[in-house]
């Protein structure tokens, strides 16, 4: 009995041995290898096609915003954004003479975003309607080809719609802006300013080509009815010093816009179109350039330093020699840019010199920053002595 028993235990014990050496055979052990090859496979499949997938939506995104970078970026060149900032002086120096502490900071915080809008808004229409007035003739100047380029990648069609919505906006900001302030004349101000600049650049009118009557439409567009517009706005009475002030800003713009005209000096030329610089000719234009800044940055000098001297801080006069710092800077390039044009004038039509004249020129709009930013910190200060 206990013999079978042991018998029966021992088979027992040769199938579990036997099922273990089955279990545990090469067989057997290639077919879990390739199991367990083919769940890895498919895992690094799945990971990969999802990763493909999370790519793909980065890039998507990516995409999107770069296209609506690469437009907002081409609406910038057409509108000319790198007069921007000299926009910005224009509002801070009207700002700074016209804001009294009387008016509260929500107030003055308001008036402050509608009217830098509606000056920029009024200042990117005139730009546009220049860059497709000038059109046919950028396409003749190589440094020209990033405005011709923008223009055509954007469409003279869209152009014109996006002037068309501009035109509404701005126009309603500024019904808006006079029911606020009870003042027609920032209405009448807008009107006449946006229709100057449309006729500046557009034909049949075309005032940058009909000699005087270029410098005396810039001076008011640009250094005239923006200043009025943001002063106006926050008072109605008129300052001696105010005026002093505005005068020579008006005068200083038109002597840093000079050698941007020189700079377009030979194809206006070629086209015949007879801006003040043709009218008088290289030389001449760029004295004028030097007289106008020079004459102009004494005016502004003056009225500021009177403002201080008159106020509770007469020190703060001192910081006005970073005026003839900067000036000083921007003369001396333009100076440089009267020797080379007499040098040209000279030579009978040297192309070196023609070419040293263009890219000189070419730096203009950053000797208008210059000065421009150079006034606009001393209009901040004149608003902060305000208030503080």
Same mark, same amino acid.
């Given at each position: ?50 990763? *493909? ?225 043709? !009218? ?23 009225? *500021? ?32 840019? !009267?020797?080379? &044009? ?33 006034? &606009? ?12």
């Amino acid at each position: 009995m206990v013999s079978r028993n042991n018998e029966q235990s021992g088979k027992k014990s040769r199938k579990r041995f036997e099922f273990e050496v089955e279990v545990s055979s090469p067989i057997f052990n290639n077919i879990s290898q390739k199991k367990e090859k083919r769940f890895t496979s498919l895992v690094i499949f799945l990971f990969i096609v999802q990763f *493909y997938f999370y790519k793909r939506k980065l890039d998507e995104s990516a995409e999107n915003l770069s296209s609506m970078s690469n437009l907002l970026r081409i609406i910038g060149t057409i509108s000319r954004a790198e007069f921007l900032m000299p926009n910005l002086g224009s509002l801070i120096l009207g700002l700074a003479w016209g804001a009294t502490p009387a008016i509260g900071l929500t107030t003055l915080a308001v008036l402050i975003v509608l009217s830098f809008t509606i000056v920029n808004g009024s200042s990117s229409i005139g730009a546009q309607i220049n860059t497709l007035s000038d059109y046919e003739l950028d396409l003749k100047d190589p440094r020209k080809k990033n405005l011709t380029d923008a223009v055509d990648k954007f469409g003279k069609k869209r152009i014109k719609i996006l002037l068309s919505v501009e035109f509404i906006i701005t126009l309603v900001l500024v019904i808006l802006f006079m029911y606020v302030n009870n003042n027609p004349w920032l209405l009448l101000m807008w009107i006449i300013g946006i229709s100057l600049g449309w006729i500046y650049s557009a034909p049949p009118i075309r005032l940058k080509a009909r000699s005087w009557l270029a410098p005396v439409s810039l001076i008011l567009v640009l250094g005239i009815f923006p200043v009025l517009f943001a002063y106006f706005t926050f008072t109605t009475t008129v300052q001696p010093f105010f005026l002093l002030g505005l005068i020579g800003l008006a005068m200083t713009i038109y002597g840093v816009i000079i050698p941007t005209e020189t700079r377009d000096y030979f194809g206006d030329k070629t086209m015949k179109i007879e801006t003040m610089t043709v !009218h008088l000719g290289l030389v001449k234009a760029c004295m004028m350039s030097i007289v106008l800044i020079g004459i102009g940055a004494i005016f502004f000098t003056a009225a *500021y330093l009177l403002e201080w001297i008159n106020g509770p801080r007469p020190f703060l006069g001192l910081l006005l020699l970073i005026i003839p710092v900067s000036v000083f800077f921007v003369l001396t390039k333009i100076k440089k840019l !009267h020797s080379l &044009s007499k040098q040209y004038m000279n030579s009978q039509g040297n192309t070196t010199l023609k070419e040293q004249i263009v890219n000189l020129s070419a730096h203009n709009p950053q000797w208008i920053i210059i000065i421009t930013q150079t006034y &606009s910190i001393l209009s901040i200060i004149l608003l902060i002595n305000k208030f503080v």
